[in-house]
């Protein structure tokens, strides 16, 4: 909760995140929560990292930011505007410079529109500039994340690679000069050869338009090397953020140190093992999720406060906060604190 | 199992064919009709569509109109080639007429209940909640009759004229429409590339009409065509028990049933019809089936 | 677990069978009132004078508001009163008691026949999947399918009845009276009627025994040397019979609407043919009424159909 507020402080912060809960009914009327009480802040120009497994609600965290899916509470402040209240109109006004880029490149456009069209899309909605500059600036765009708009321009996405789909995604994000990007698992869909492609046109773009972006991945290495800082989310919650230099170097948390260790590595020796105990199991399910610590039950350092006390997130140094009442602090983490 | 079309019954949806069946099937396995059946069909069917159209500019005899001897058999006269009815009327212009009629009452029931049933599927699908909730009813109570009852009924109450016979056919072919497309748009209201749209500032109208509409078109289409050899058979059946589009108005299914009492005199009063109109029914049929298998009707339904 | 799931759709069912009756009910009392001209002028003929009509329209509450029709209708029926013809004065409970076994008749034997013929040739087809017997069905069943009732039924007379005597053109005995003679009376009408329900079961039970024979306990079965018969029929039919289930309800809509048309073709006394004289003649109290028997059976067997088919669906019971 400290983080959150000593963020929102800060005058060069362009979305801040407040204890958001986003919950889901399923069957029976019961209701999921999908992300329980995450806060956060992203400052100007800068790229957090959010990393977590598969169903952990990275994705779900960033509908629910971007109001596609409606936060059951909490707040979303984005250039000084909390998001939750809005509607119709004044949602569709403020969230113009919030855009999102999703991990599935091909679902992502409209299989019955040309390339050229899908760009021009967002002009046309907002009214912007004639049809001559539209296609003028859609060109552009497009030559940008390198499609050439002559050659291709006419074609529909089917035509295109997976790779190619995703820059003509990219294309169209940026075609309202979004102050800030949320990338959904960008180039978890792609070969690996076009992974770092996608990554570093995203890098290239972010620093010639200076936006933010939040960029989620299912594993650190993805992030690695895009982040300032980066999050960790496990089962609706964060566990750590940290300065990407400070959380890759001392990882607090058992769970990161975890996902550090699924990372392969050229030599395997050079890693500090885990004094032999590694995250065991699989990941529980949302719909009853464990008490206290959710990550007690696959902990290989849990102790009996773990299940029933919740442990909140907590500064254990300048910019390192941490959600764990045992954080590792050197003795288990690689290097020295 | 893709031709289920039982006059006179809507064809079968293809959402009600479990996947199981289907999937199984490889491609060579799926009953090909051979190209030149389709090419026939086809030129039957406009054949036909084109005489209906410009029966007004081809020198045919009034077919309301007593032109000469009643029950002259066909091939009997050059003036008369298909012979006349028992009011002395011309065969082969009361075929053609019957034909404008036919058409135009299927095309045009088929345009309607394509039309709204693929707007209001959509908007069922975008906006569920109530909206489905009042649309499952409507569908339901529809199909609560079997369809040709309630055509039946329909000209029980407003009595029987073109307009009655187009509306009621609409409105029975509607559900399978709405279902259709319902389902279809199912498949897209969730897909990445309509929540992309609404963060760009896409409205509703925008996303249902721009977004996806233009992607579930082509399996309804499909299914109008598959849906024409219904509508064509159940306006025969109306005018067959007198309940369709009211004489003098020529129609397949009155001239049909006209020619009935001379039966055994005079066979080629019911079988010239008839045989027209089971050519063209089987060509509809063989339409619907191509039409249903190039745009794979069943697989987009699911 | 099963039980609860099968009770619990078959409840959830039941209420929205309810639920479709009145709605039904009410939409055919709502349309009956949109007939143009007066029901009172029409039961009383054109020289009535106004004092009549007035009298007319007080009887049967001519005068009420839909809901309040409705209900005076409603309170009848619950109290086992349809109401009496306009035309003849017959008791409606009396024409539908003399209707209703014609037309069950009818489309029982139909279903039954379409069922005798379309198993074994499903079955026999999809074993022998594109070979020569099998296109042979295929074009018959094609024909089928596109040949109108009326016409399926004036074409039998005229080969049957009229170049050969074998069954009569026209007429009905009941069952009751003269059982043989209601066999010869009934057969044309049933053939008729069961030509497109062959065609529809043909087509498809053959494509899921297609399926269902490409399954690895179909080959066990072979192998085990079981003759090809006995295959078919106790390890393909069962397994291959849902989308036969599943097109059941429509096959029903389409039988009970071809009844209509078949009854009128060989002039029986069954539902249908009161269906269309009560129309033609503006007899609007039995045309409601027979409007809601058909929609309540076709209904009821719906919903058995849906029972069937839960019941049978590996998927529930496997909850």
């Known amino acids: ?337 | 199992m893709s031709e289920i079309s039982l006059a006179p019954t809507p064809p079968a949806l293809p959402t009600e064919i479990p996947v199981r069946g289907r999937a199984a099937l490889t491609r060579r396995q799926r009953r090909r009709r051979p190209s030149v059946l389709i090419i026939i069909a086809a030129v039957w069917i406009g054949a036909w569509a084109i005489l209906a159209v410009i029966a007004n500019w081809i020198p045919l005899a009034n077919p309301s109109h007593h032109v000469g001897h009643s029950r002259v058999g066909p091939f009997h006269s050059w003036s008369h080639p298909l012979g006349t009815d028992a009011l002395g009327r011309d065969e082969l212009s009361r075929l053609i007429f019957g034909a404008r009629q036919s058409l135009a009452v299927s095309v045009i029931a088929a345009a309607i209940a394509m039309s709204v049933g693929a707007i209001v599927g959509l908007l069922s699908a975008y906006i569920r909640n109530f909206m489905d909730v009042a649309v499952g009813t409507f569908t339901d109570a529809i199909l609560a009759f079997p369809p040709l009852v309630f055509l039946l009924a329909v000209a029980a109450t407003i009595g029987p004229s073109s307009t009655t016979v187009t509306g009621g056919l609409a409105i029975v072919s509607m559900p399978a429409f709405i279902r259709l497309s319902r389902a279809n748009a199912l498949r897209f209201v969730n897909r990445e590339f309509v929540q992309a749209n609404r963060l760009m500032g896409a409205g509703p109208l925008r996303i249902v009409f721009k977004e996806i509409l233009p992607n579930i078109l082509a399996p309804i289409a499909a299914y109008a065509v598959v849906l024409m050899a219904f509508l064509i058979v159940a306006a025969s059946s109306l005018s067959y028990l007198g309940l369709g589009v009211p004489p003098p108005a020529p129609s397949w299914g009155a001239m049909i049933a006209d020619g009935q009492p001379d039966l055994v005199q005079h066979p080629g009063l019911v079988f010239v019809p008839a045989v027209v109109l089971f050519i063209t029914v089987y060509a509809l049929n063989v339409l619907g089936d191509a039409a249903r298998q190039r745009f794979d009707v069943r697989e987009s339904a699911l | ?319």
């Open chain 1, 1 to 337: 909760m400290s983080a959150a507020e000593t963020y929102q402080q800060a005058p060069d912060t362009i979305l801040s995140v407040e204890d958001l809960v986003l919950e889901f009914p399923v069957r029976d009327g019961k209701r999921v929560r999908a992300v329980s009480g995450v806060s956060f802040a992203i400052h100007e120009g800068e790229t957090l990292g959010l990393v977590g497994e598969s169903g952990c609600g990275k994705s779900s965290l960033a509908r629910a930011i971007v109001q596609l899916y409606r936060p059951t509470s909490g707040s979303v402040v984005f250039e000084g505007v909390d998001l939750t209240r809005l509607n119709g109109k004044e949602l569709k006004q403020a969230r113009r410079q919030l855009q999102m880029i999703f991990q599935d490149p091909i679902s992502s456009l409209n299989p019955r529109k040309r390339v050229i069209e899908l760009v021009r899309d967002p002009l046309r909605i907002w009214g912007i500039g004639s049809p001559s500059e539209q296609l003028d600036r859609s060109r552009q765009r497009l030559g940008e994340v390198g499609i050439d708009a002559d050659e291709s321009g006419s074609r529909r996405p089917h035509q295109f690679s997976g790779g190619q789909c995703q820059r003509i995604s990219i294309a169209r994000a940026l075609m309202l000069e979004p102050r800030l990007l949320i990338c959904d698992e960008p180039v978890s869909a792609l070969d690996v050869s076009v992974q770092a492609q996608v990554l570093n046109l995203l890098e290239d773009l972010k620093r010639r338009h200076g936006m933010a972006l939040l960029f989620i991945a299912h594993d650190l290495a993805v992030v690695k090397n895009i982040s300032d800082r980066v999050a960790v989310m496990y089962l609706g919650r964060l566990c750590e953020i940290a300065s990407s230099e400070s959380l890759y170097r001392e990882p607090a948390h058992p769970y990161t140190v975890g996902l550090l260790q699924a990372i392969p590595v050229p030599d395997p020796s050079a890693r500090q093992p885990f004094e032999g105990r590694k995250v065991r199991g699989e990941l529980p399910s949302p719909l009853d999720p464990p008490s206290g610590c959710r990550f007690h039950t696959r902990c290989p350092f849990a102790q009996p406060r773990c299940s029933s006390d919740t442990p909140e997130l907590r500064e254990i140094a300048p910019g390192h906060f941490v959600a764990c009442h045992f954080p590792l602090t050197g003795v288990h983490a690689n290097g020295a604190a």
């Open chain 3, 1 to 319: 677990m099963v039980r609860n799931a099968l009770l619990g759709m078959i409840i959830k069912r039941l209420g929205r069978l309810v639920v479709l009756m009145f709605l039904v009910t009410l939409a055919t009392t709502w349309m009956l009132n949109l007939v143009p001209g007066s029901p009172a002028v029409i039961l009383a003929g054109p020289s009535a004078t106004p004092s009549v009509i007035a009298a007319i329209n007080k009887k049967y509450g001519f005068n009420e508001s839909v809901l309040v029709q409705y209900w005076h209708w409603l309170s009848r029926v619950f109290h086992g009163d349809l109401g009496r013809s306009y035309q003849t004065q017959q008791t409606v409970t009396q024409a539908l008691s003399q209707r209703v076994p014609v037309s069950l008749e009818l489309t029982i034997m139909a279903g039954l026949i379409a069922l005798i013929i379309a198993v074994p040739t499903a079955l026999y087809t999809g074993y022998r999947a594109g070979s020569f017997a099998d296109r042979v069905v295929d074009g018959v069943t094609s024909s089928f399918i596109s040949i109108p009732g009326f016409l399926a039924g004036i074409l039998l007379a005229y080969l049957l009845a009229v170049k050969v005597h074998v069954f009569p053109a026209i007429g009905w005995q009941s069952l009751s009276k003269n059982p043989a003679r209601n066999f010869r009376t009934a057969v044309l009408p049933v053939v008729s009627l069961s030509l497109p329900l062959i065609a529809i079961f043909q087509r498809v039970l053959r494509a899921d025994v297609i399926a269902t024979l490409q399954q690895d306990y179909i080959l066990l079965a072979r192998s085990k040397g079981l003759p090809t018969w006995k295959i078919l029929f106790r390890h393909a039919l069962k397994p291959s019979s849902f989308s036969l289930l599943t097109i059941a309800g429509v096959a029903i809509g389409g039988l009970i609407g071809n009844a209509v048309i078949i009854e009128q073709v060989y002039s029986l006394p069954g539902l249908g043919s009161l269906l269309v004289s009560s129309i033609l003649s503006k007899d609007l109290v039995m045309v409601q009424a027979v409007i809601a028997i058909i929609a309540l059976v076709y209904l009821v067997l719906n919903l058995l159909v849906d029972i069937a088919y839960t019941a049978l669906d590996p998927r529930v019971a496997a909850q």
